[in-house]
């Protein structure tokens, strides 16, 4: 499948902005569905958002919903998600994720689903210092 890399991450005040991106090293994931998920030190991994394979239709977490934005250049194999108004919770390794089924993003976030992406990215450490 469709392998992808991660860039983006790093260190950041609260308060502060990050752009994190996910290309297609190898194939394209066009027509797939993406998503963002993290983890934190000692915690399980979560969703963040989620992004239709044509980018009309999107979904997020309740703790990033109003902060972050999920998008997409299909032309470029490129998944992005801007962070805004970071928190010191928000540290954490993110990662992407693509779903070559292509379900609707509103479906990722319910338990037992992140098994269902089959291709993911090495993941990239976000920091956001107080």
């Known amino acids: 499948q469709v392998q992808l890399v991660e860039s983006g991450g790093g260190l950041v005040q609260a308060g502060g902005s990050l752009r994190l991106s996910c290309a297609a090293s190898e194939g394209t994931f066009t027509n797939y569905a993406m998503g963002w998920f993290r983890q934190a030190p000692g915690k399980e991994r979560e969703f963040v958002a989620a992004?239709?394979?044509?980018?009309?239709?999107?979904y997020y977490a309740d703790s990033v919903k109003g902060r972050f934005t999920i998008s997409r250049d299909n032309t470029k194999s490129t998944v992005y998600l801007q962070m805004k108004s970071l928190r010191p919770e928000d540290t954490a390794v993110y990662y992407c994720a693509a779903d070559k089924l292509a379900r609707r993003p509103s479906y990722y976030p319910l338990p037992g689903r992140m098994g269902d992406f089959g291709s993911w990215g090495q993941g990239t450490q976000v920091t956001v210092s107080s």
């Open positions: 992004i239709s394979w044509s980018g009309g239709d999107t």
